[in-house]
């Protein structure tokens, strides 16, 4: 069974700040890994999406790479900003029909 | 092209109770799949549908049911409503080609509270 771990869970940081959200897989035989944004009470919305092939994908400030043999990813922020402020999750699928396997996610707070 | 549409946005329930809630998927997607997220919880997987019958089902017991239609919208079932039931459901489209299912796109969860 496919398990999902985010450390930290929870990260506090003056604006500015260059910071690494991390996330690990039980079982490296995953089709793609998603990263995710949730403000609080509401839906998600997807940042990043790596394929198994991949190493990388980058979008503006945002960097995630993907290490499948040994189970991680890492989510960069650059120049964090006050409205980085939310929680991050991390989600494996393995390609079927048995949906996403997700992290219990990590709260970030960026401080003005 | 619209994006999905998840309603109502809220509800409350007594326990016993039954609830449906429902989805409109992204244009362009068939497969519609469902999460349950408890309060400080990653979403926990439900099912998925695709081409009008569940392909996928995670760890929930049968009075959670659902349907998609042929537009690719879909509701969710629950019966006999119990207080863990207390969640956001989240639904999200997908397209899915052969067995594989794509990139996953969210709605913004309806908040069922059962008292």
């Known amino acids: 069974k496919q398990e999902v771990t985010q450390i930290p869970a929870a990260l506090s940081v003056p604006e500015g700040e260059n910071l690494v959200l991390n996330c690990s897989f039980t079982?490296?035989?995953?089709?793609?890994l998603q990263w995710f944004r949730q403000d609080p009470g509401k839906g998600l919305t997807s940042l990043l999406l790596i394929q198994s092939s991949q190493r990388e994908q980058t979008s503006g400030r945002l960097n995630a790479s993907l290490d499948k043999s040994s189970g991680r990813s890492t989510l960069y922020i650059a120049a964090s900003q006050p409205g980085d402020s939310a929680t991050y999750l991390c989600?494996?699928?393995?390609?079927?029909?048995?949906?996403?396997?997700f992290g219990k996610g990590t709260h970030l707070i960026i401080q003005p | 092209e619209t994006g999905v549409t998840q309603s109502p946005t809220h509800l409350i329930k007594t326990r016993g109770q039954q609830v449906t809630l429902r989805c409109s998927s992204q244009?362009?997607?068939?497969?519609v799949s469902w999460y349950q997220q408890a309060l400080g919880q990653g979403p926990q997987f439900i099912f998925q549908?695709?081409?009008?019958?569940?392909?996928g089902r995670g760890n929930f017991p049968p009075r959670f049911s659902g349907l998609q239609f042929p537009n690719y919208s879909s509701e969710l079932n629950v019966n006999a409503l119990e207080l863990d039931d207390s969640a956001l459901y989240l639904c999200?489209?997908?397209?899915?080609?052969?067995?594989?299912?794509?990139?996953?796109?969210f709605g913004e969860g309806s908040r069922l509270t059962v008292l």
């Open positions: 989600a494996v699928s393995g390609g079927g029909a048995d949906g996403l396997t």
């Open positions: 244009s362009g997607h068939n497969t």
């Open positions: 549908y695709y081409r009008e019958e569940e392909n």
């Open positions: 999200a489209s997908s397209h899915q080609r052969g067995s594989i299912t794509g990139e996953l796109f």
């Open positions: 079982d490296s035989a995953i089709y793609n």
